[in-house]
């Protein structure tokens, strides 16, 4: 089944991170035929697809998508595909956003009741000004017979439901981070009223379920492009044999090194200045490399066993470290990483909160959310004197978030709605 999906947000492209680049990835691969996920093949990372019959391919949506076009005109990202991208004069950011942020709580997030402010004024003026343009995009299609459903994710996703709703559309929600649950008095009707909320992984489908009475949840698991990120098989090991043999010339190759990827309120950055000086205690030949821009990542850079580099390629961090760590403060929402890591076979230590075990599966160690500094040492430890093997399940696991088998996924959970 096929039909027209319209997608509200208040970023698609030009992206704000990773849960835009993850939504276009799947606007893109259902606006053309393709298998449901029930009968797609076994996609594996960096190989082309098998065929498939034409009897076992579904027709492509067609997709139109509503967003602010506040932050410019598309990127590579869409311009040259099939979405109807219609961009609205509405501004992503207000005063009381920047208050918000710079009066920030003592954990780094925004002060909740500014944010609570700054996101109930924008989801109404964001209802209000799609309302028009989805009246229009139904009129198009009066008579086609086709069913319309709509998708929405992030921090617009109210304003969006409710026209939706008004519209007598069905819709999914995206639940990408920690946004719903901060503010559930802002989200609960959008959740609750979608014919299905999404979620990657089925641990954060979990935390959803158990704090809004959701009609449904479907796992849709991030969509990772590795050939279009990173090549072929033998160019992502050409770049790992090139990395450590550049650590071995420097003489470091006898170092343990792990790599950080990232450090927000969200993801660690309270933690991290615990674990580190204990590790620097427990384990003072090991090193920590620590890659992403801004001030909870460089602030990092002041332990002894750490070194902050700013930005970094990850294809250039998992070429040349050994164990990969991640954690999260409460919302386990999929770490993109863990699995762009195991495709270079580099394990990886989380913490078994939200979708991280799934996300980890055998190529690596998960913590317990309530485990002292002492056992994640150990962890990250072991980790590394079986790195070797963690690190070939690691790149076994990867395609659990292949693009091709989370598109087909998407694919289906519409079917389903439809």
């Known amino acids: ?40 093949p076994e996609y594996v990372p960096l190989e082309p697809s098998r065929d498939t019959a034409d009897s076992m391919l579904t027709q492509g949506w067609s997709v139109s998508a509503l967003q602010s076009g506040a932050r410019g005109t598309p990127t590579e990202l869409t311009e040259d595909s099939q979405i109807a991208r219609w961009a609205l004069d509405l501004p992503v950011e207000d005063l009381w956003s920047g208050l918000a942020w710079r009066l920030s709580e003592k954990s780094g997030q925004p002060r909740k009741s500014l944010q609570r402010r700054h996101l109930r004024k924008t989801n109404a003026g964001f209802a209000k000004a799609i309302d028009a343009h989805i009246s229009t995009i139904l009129s198009s299609r009066r008579g086609a017979g086709t069913p319309v459903v709509g998708v929405t994710q992030l921090h617009w996703s109210a304003g969006a439901a409710q026209r939706f709703s008004a519209h007598g559309i069905p819709y999914v929600v995206f639940v990408r981070d920690e946004l719903q649950f901060r503010h559930p ?58 990395g450590m043999a550049a650590r071995s010339e420097d003489g470091g190759l006898d170092v343990p090194r792990i790599a950080i990827i ?22 003072p030949e090991a090193r920590v490399d620590v890659h992403g821009g801004g001030s909870y990542a460089e602030a990092l850079g002041k332990f002894s066993n750490t070194t902050w580099h700013g930005h970094t390629p990850v294809e250039e ?53 309530d485990s002292g500094l002492d056992d994640w040492v ?34 289906s959970v519409l079917n389903e709605v439809a």
């Open 262 to 283: 990232g450090v927000t309120p969200e993801k660690g950055a309270e933690f991290y200045t615990r674990l580190l000086p204990r590790l620097a205690e427990s384990w």
């Open 1 to 40: 089944m096929s039909g027209m999906l319209i997608a509200a947000v208040r970023d698609l492209d030009p992206p704000a991170g990773g849960a835009e680049m993850s939504l276009a990835t799947l606007l893109k691969g259902v606006g053309i035929p393709g298998p449901l996920a029930d009968v797609a």
């Open 378 to 411: 150990s962890a990250l430890k072991q980790a590394h004197a079986d790195r070797d093997s963690l690190g070939e399940m690691a790149r076994e696991h990867c395609g659990i978030v292949d693009h091709r088998r989370s598109i087909a996924a998407f694919r």
């Open 185 to 242: 008095s802002i989200y609960r009707a959008s959740l609750e009223g979608a014919a299905a909320v999404c979620c990657a992984g089925a641990g954060l489908g979990k935390q959803v379920a158990e704090t809004f009475d959701v009609k449904s949840i479907r796992n849709v698991r991030l969509p990772v492009d590795f050939a279009g990120r990173f090549g072929s098989s033998d160019g992502v090991n050409e770049m790992r044999e090139k």
């Open 317 to 369: 961090v998992f070429s040349r470290c050994d164990v990969h760590l991640l954690t999260v403060a409460s919302t386990g929402s999929w770490g993109r990483v863990v699995n762009e890591a195991g495709l270079f076979g580099v394990p990886t230590v989380s913490v078994a909160t939200g979708s991280q075990p799934e996300a980890v599966g055998e190529g690596g160690i998960v913590v317990s959310a």
